[in-house]
């Protein structure tokens, strides 16, 4: 125990400021880093010789640091904290000059980063992803955190990519990253090599797969596909074209995320996406579903835009013409599910039981969904509906007659002419 009067040490004062235990709860915007780069100072002031001051940055000063680091190396959050202390008092090394004298050259404006002193110190607490460790998560934590804050001790020694980059990967390890739009950043520092030495790929991996990235994020997306929520889904995964032409990134998801190539390849329509949201179409999205899976990822293999320009035959029931227009006829059922959402949910009931319970499509239902359509008026759909079921669910007499009777003034205009062609209904 120090005596009465007595100045603590450093390493009792850089305890004191809990700096360690901010490091490990996660909460790197509690981190006290003017507090502890202060007791740096002071250390490094009372270090100095009588007559003469340890200059800042200097040869001596960077033998003085790494010494007294060593005194507290293997403490986990005190060795890190008093690394992020002397950051910004530690010097940077440039390469011998051309004669091959030896000695440092001048010293620069602008150092390469990776022969800066407190860089080099920063890499000492990298993980080594090789080698077994029950505490490898915890220590990648405190570890991105001071990466983080190193940029902020002194920017010189850690870039804006590599900054991000660690606080994308922070993300995942905390828990709180869960899409790709989370990690681009770091998903591009990997691919543009702009992380290596303090991300390197190794070390990546481990962390994603450690964390589960993979699995939660699979299982996330299974749950979406399986409502056909493709809005939902886009969210998730629409940042991985811009992938796309960056080797290494597309290696590295191809080994972690198998279905990476059928998400990365899906090309949307996100506006139409979007509209499927609507109120109107909740109620039928069940019965909806082999028309949203048109708009959905392509998962033949063939990595096209969406499932209807892989195969145009995918929607069931698809009669003649030839498979030369059947695109043409799932466009055209699309841009028709668009327009009853806009007149409304009865419409969209209508388009239901024209196309998609009867198990038909062809140029005559979707003319007459869009003479319906064309009217404009949504309680007019609901007696259609009711009309096309009866006929299509071969009703008695009785019952077909009643449903005709109630629908007759809707299919007529003022003038007795049909609005609906009725009769071109197939049973």
């Avoid at 109620?283 to 028309?291: A, I, N």
């Amino acid at each position: 125990m120090p005596s009465l009067g007595r100045k603590p040490s450093w390493q009792q004062q850089l305890r004191r400021t809990k700096a360690k235990e901010w490091l490990l709860a996660g909460r790197i915007d509690k981190f006290p880093l003017l507090k502890i780069q202060n007791i740096a100072q002071a250390l490094l002031k009372d270090k100095s010789p009588l007559l003469r001051k340890i200059t800042p940055q200097s040869d001596e000063c960077d033998i003085l640091f790494a010494n007294e680091l060593l005194s507290v190396k293997g403490e986990l959050g005190i060795h890190e904290s008093a690394i992020l202390a002397c950051l910004h008092l530690l010097s940077c090394m440039i390469s011998p000059p051309p004669d091959g004298s030896k000695g440092r050259g001048k010293r620069t404006d602008n150092p390469p980063l990776q022969d800066h002193q407190g860089r080099g110190q920063i890499l000492t607490l990298r993980p080594d992803p090789k080698r077994p460790d029950l505490f490898f998560e915890r220590r990648l934590d405190v570890y991105l955190q001071c990466v983080i804050l190193s940029r902020r001790a002194n920017p010189e020694l850690c870039s804006e990519e590599e900054r991000s980059a660690a606080e994308d990967l922070l993300g995942v390890v905390q828990g709180r990253a869960k899409d790709f739009p989370s990690i681009l950043r770091l998903l591009e520092a990997v691919g543009n090599e702009t992380c290596e030495a303090v991300l390197p790929l190794s070390l990546v991996k481990k962390a994603l797969k450690t964390n589960h990235y993979q699995e939660n994020l699979t299982r996330e997306l299974s749950a979406l596909k399986a409502a056909r929520q493709w809005f939902d889904a886009y969210k998730l995964v629409y940042s991985l074209r811009k992938m796309v032409g960056l080797p290494r990134t597309d290696q590295m998801l191809r080994e972690i995320f198998p279905d990476y190539p059928m998400w990365a390849a899906w090309r949307p329509d996100p506006k139409r996406l979007m509209s499927w949201e609507s109120p109107n179409l909740a109620s039928y999205r069940s019965r909806l579903f082999p028309v949203l899976d048109l708009e959905g990822p392509d998962i033949t293999g063939q990595q096209r835009g969406t499932l209807r320009m892989s195969s145009p035959g995918a929607f069931m029931g698809l009669s003649e013409p030839a498979r030369s227009a059947d695109r043409h006829l799932l466009d055209r059922l699309l841009d028709n599910l668009d327009a009853s959402l806009a007149v409304g949910p009865e419409t969209v009931d209508l388009l239901v039981a024209l196309c998609v319970e009867r198990s038909l499509l062809s140029e005559r239902t979707l003319s007459q969904l869009e003479s319906v359509i064309g009217i404009g008026e949504d309680v007019l759909s609901k007696t259609l509906a009711t009309f096309v079921r009866a006929l299509t669910e071969g009703s008695d007499v009785i019952t077909s007659m009643a449903v005709f009777a109630s629908a007759l003034p809707v299919m007529c205009n003022e003038s007795g002419h049909t609005t609906f062609p009725f009769r071109t209904l197939q049973t």
